[in-house]
């Protein structure tokens, strides 16, 4: 019964590495979003996209990138991996805003990141 | 800007116990708001979505209710057991573009057997 499900639950990669997280969903929701969790600092939103080919900035885009060529998945892009951003990272997904009042959001279960 | 509170940040009970966590937003313009459980090291799990119109939810031993007026939601737990022992978040959706969701900080939850 898993509906949003992450490709890999730990990943250890080097410093400077190009690296990609994916996400994908089977609740043909239209949004889809990325996050990061850090002790101290909560979640913060990375990258979201309402839409296939469609991507608007989080709080904190800096050093990532994404990708959603399809409407079921959505891919989180490390550019060059830095120390800095060895966290958890969480995707998730929600029906369209004209559905926002009925609809909550669906996690997966996460990707803890270690660059090294 | 919208701030989501949660109170306490940490939470120790014997089992059995009924306990209440809360959460306060500051801004009361929101569609949703969603509890959430997560365990040590693994992914958020929605327990309960509370539109904006409602005044509560109930899932098993858990009930929510929403104060949109006040900026006020508590999810109260009946007969609380070890298995509870989680991270409890709460979100609210809000109208802006993207409708993203704010998050508190969370409240830690112990049960002791």
């Known amino acids: 019964d898993v509906k949003v499900t992450q490709s890999s639950r730990y990943l250890v990669k080097r410093t400077g590495e190009k690296v990609f997280l994916e996400c994908v969903q089977d609740m043909d929701h239209e949004n889809m979003f990325w996050y990061r969790q850090d002790p101290g600092l909560g979640l913060r939103l990375i990258y979201f996209?309402?839409?296939?080919?469609?991507?608007e900035k989080g709080d904190i885009p800096e050093g990532y990138s994404v990708s959603r060529e399809k409407k079921e998945r959505f891919s989180l892009i490390l550019e060059s991996a830095s120390t800095n951003q060895t966290s958890m990272y969480l995707c998730?997904?929600?029906?369209?805003?004209?559905?926002?009042?009925?609809?909550?959001?669906?996690f997966g279960s996460g990707t803890r990141l270690t660059v090294v | 800007k919208q701030e989501v509170t949660q109170i306490p940040a940490a939470l120790s009970v014997p089992e059995g116990e009924n306990l209440v966590l809360n959460c306060s937003f500051t801004?009361?313009?929101?569609?949703?708001l969603q509890w959430f459980r997560q365990d040590p090291g693994k992914g958020l799990t929605s327990l309960l979505l509370?539109?904006?119109?409602?005044r509560e939810q109930t899932s098993g031993r858990l009930n929510a209710s929403l104060d949109k007026s006040s900026g006020r939601s508590t999810l109260y737990i009946a007969a609380s057991q070890p298995g509870d022992s989680a991270t409890y978040l709460c979100a609210v959706r809000q109208g802006e573009y993207g409708n993203k969701l704010v998050f508190g900080a969370g409240t830690i939850l112990r049960v002791k057997s």
């Open positions: 509370i539109q904006s119109s409602q």
């Open positions: 996209s309402y839409d296939v080919k469609m991507k």
């Open positions: 801004d009361s313009a929101i569609y949703n």
């Open positions: 998730a997904s929600s029906l369209a805003d004209r559905q926002a009042l009925q609809s909550g959001y669906t």
